[in-house]
């Protein structure tokens, strides 16, 4: 109480020193009220500086920092001042009155007390009100909103909103807000109603989630009433795009990760995509920032068959179904170059004579180019030439003089738009010259006939060809022939003579040794002598019964496997790993379904020819590698088509 009587006389002292500004402020009547100290813009300039409220200059109310800030960790914008926004948090120096009656109107005085300055006084006279009627918002068909929202509504859409306030009080204000800004004040008014008005013409999609209050204040310090709704629309999508980061290019059978972006769709889309006329299943679907994103992820792997497809990235929006919105790219299906050879050829070279090796590949697209990397790192560049008779596959030539500096690995490797070769085609230079002596065997010796079979050696860089020479005890030549692959058949062979024959390769640089084989130990096998007994007739007979029995076997279980394979083939179900195409071709499917994979018409093509002899690759038997001077030779019997191949779908 002493204090409290201190205060008052410190306060009454400085009242009547100096004269002081009132000013004049409305409560109403039942509600809460907020009375500012000097306009909200006290600032406290020190831990001893305070603020003190007096009613009627006797009764002391309310005083900051008080005990419960005390209590509390002292930070700069509560003890020093505010920096409270508006709606936020309130000022700590202002003085709260709950429920407002009439004993609360009167004078209010607020000191603050400086630490480094003089005390301030600020004078506040309250007066009070009634409350103003309830704001009421009606569309523009008189309806009531009672829901909080409009809508939803489409761009382009037409709107007016009515705020009728039931009251007659002189001084009551009634106006509108959009988003916390004031749009628009009460125009209209009669005895008793006061209405503000507003229309949204042709709306935008500003107009997304807008929050609109209809307000009517007639008082100072308290708040005031409010009648408030969102607009609600539905919106097409901004923008679609399918997000490959400028790049086009697909690897066959290579897994990646697509995105399709939907920017502004209300309500958030549906996303489908599409490659070609086949609709895919998206392996994740997410959104963003507030639904304002939908990010829909696709893992694609596609085939060759599937290159220069659109693939396709659709959003539907539920209220729009009559509207396509979509993006589509044009994908580019292929793989790098890979060399057709896995092994490493040997290409025998002569100092200052022309020499030509020959590159091929499968790529998609065409290469741009050849580079051929010698082992001194000289690097050379070549045109590309297409294969005839295959869709992807391509060759080079390289034709240059050999210096000793090329001798070593020598290196090929192709380039596309997909990337370089990642695995090269590799060579090795040695030295060229004549070829090497042939290993040479009898086979099989007739009468009167000699059968030689030789396994050619190192060719020497160019094609070779091998000579049989046979010639008598006298050194008169008998038989003289050749044959590019080393095979010879020999007839008119005179028996019990003694005779030796002359093996040599040869090519165009030379020939090589001779290897000699002696042949007067060779007998002759005739079908005529035989030291065997007769067979009896009886064996002949059980033979013959063995052989049946045999027969009668193999069609039995012949019959048995076409009718297995007809029962599956009726059945197919039977077999849940075997789906069915819609060309009608059954392929074998993994665990997962087709859609997950997303692979669609992937195949792996598997070339009939890779049990044959490569005819780009240098064979078991060397043969012409250089393109310069080269015979081709033609084997007699292909039993290798050359262009077959079968693909496997999984």
């Known amino acids: 109480m002493l204090s409290f009587g201190l205060w008052y006389f410190v306060i009454a002292a400085a009242s009547t020193a100096a004269d002081t500004e009132v000013v004049v402020l409305r409560a109403v009547r039942g509600r809460n009220a907020r009375l500012p100290c000097g306009q909200g813009k006290v600032f406290l300039d020190g831990p001893d500086s305070y603020v003190l409220w007096v009613k009627n200059e006797r009764d002391v109310l309310y005083r900051f920092p008080n005990n419960e800030t005390d209590n509390r960790a002292f930070a700069s914008d509560r003890v020093y001042g505010t920096t409270c926004e508006s709606g936020s948090c309130h000022d700590g120096t202002a003085l709260l009155l709950k429920h407002v009656s009439d004993d609360d109107a009167g004078t209010y005085r607020c000191r603050v007390h400086y630490q480094a300055s003089p005390s301030v006084d600020h004078v506040v006279d309250l007066k009070l009100v009634d409350s103003p009627g309830a704001p009421k918002i009606y569309n523009e068909n008189n309806e009531l909103i009672k829901l909080g929202y409009v809508g939803p509504i489409s761009l382009g859409a037409n709107l007016t909103f009515v705020c009728k306030v039931a009251d007659d009080q002189p001084k009551t204000l009634v106006y509108w807000r959009r988003n916390g800004a004031v749009i628009k004040r009460a125009e209209a008014a009669r005895s008793g109603l006061l209405i503000a008005e507003i229309r949204v013409v042709n709306a935008t999609r500003n107009e997304l989630d807008a929050h609109y209050e209809c307000l009517a204040q007639n008082a100072d310090v308290t708040d005031p009433l409010t009648a408030s709704f969102v607009v609600k629309m539905f919106l097409p999508p901004m923008r679609v795009e399918i997000r490959l980061n400028n790049n086009l290019n697909f690897e066959a059978g290579q897994p990646r990760v697509v995105d399709c972006v939907v920017v502004g769709c209300v309500p958030p889309p549906s996303i489908t995509w599409h490659l ?67 092994r490493q050829d040997d290409v025998g070279a002569v100092h200052g004579e022309a020499e030509t090796v020959t590159c091929v590949v499968e790529a998609s697209p065409e290469p741009m180019q050849f580079s051929w990397t010698f082992a001194d790192s000289k690097t050379l560049y070549t045109s590309v030439k297409k294969v005839s008779g295959h869709n992807h596959r391509y060759m080079s030539s390289l034709t240059w003089k050999p210096r000793e ?170 077999s849940p790993d075997l789906v069915p195409r819609p060309d009608g071709v059954f392929h074998r499917e993994p665990d997962f379904t087709r859609e997950e994979r997303v692979l669609g018409t992937t195949n792996i093509t598997v070339n009939q020819l890779a049990a044959c002899q490569n005819q780009y690759a240098t064979p078991p038997v060397p043969s012409c590698r250089v393109m310069v001077g080269c015979a081709g030779h033609t084997p007699a019997n292909d039993s290798c088509p050359a262009t077959t191949q079968q693909s496997y779908f999984v």
């Not at 010639?471 to 692959?485: F, R, Y």
């Open 276 to 342: 070609g006329d086949n609709m895919l299943r998206p392996s994740v679907h997410k959104e963003l920032h507030d639904g304002n994103y939908t990010v829909s992820s696709l893992t694609l792997a596609p085939s060759l068959r599937d290159n220069k497809h659109d693939l396709t990235c659709r959003a539907h929006n539920s209220h729009l179904p009559n509207d396509l919105f979509e993006n589509k790219v044009k994908l580019n299906v292929g793989f790098r170059p890979f060399c057709l050879s896995n």
């Open 405 to 574: 500096e090329d001798l070593g690995q020598l290196v090929c490797r192709a380039t596309n738009s997909f990337g370089e070769q990642k695995r090269p085609c590799t060579y090795t230079i040695t030295p060229g010259g004549a070829p090497i002596s042939p290993e040479c065997v009898v086979i099989r010796s007739y009468p009167n006939v000699l059968r030689v079979q030789c396994k050619k050696a190192w060719n020497g860089g160019r094609p070779q060809t091998v000579h049989l020479e046979i010639v008598d005890e006298s050194g008169k030549l008998l038989h003289n022939v050749t044959d590019s692959a080393g095979h010879f058949h020999v007839t008119d062979i005179e028996d019990e003579r003694n005779l030796t024959a002359f093996v040599y390769a040869s090519n165009v640089r030379g020939r090589s040794q001779s290897r000699i084989m002696r042949l007067q130990s060779m007998k002759p096998l005739t079908s005529s002598v035989s030291d065997d007994p007769p067979i009896p007739t009886w064996t002949r007979w059980l033979e013959a019964v063995a052989a049946g029995i045999a027969v009668a076997v193999a069609i039995a279980s012949t019959a048995i496997c076409i009718k297995a394979f007809k029962s599956r083939e009726d059945f197919p179900d039977f």
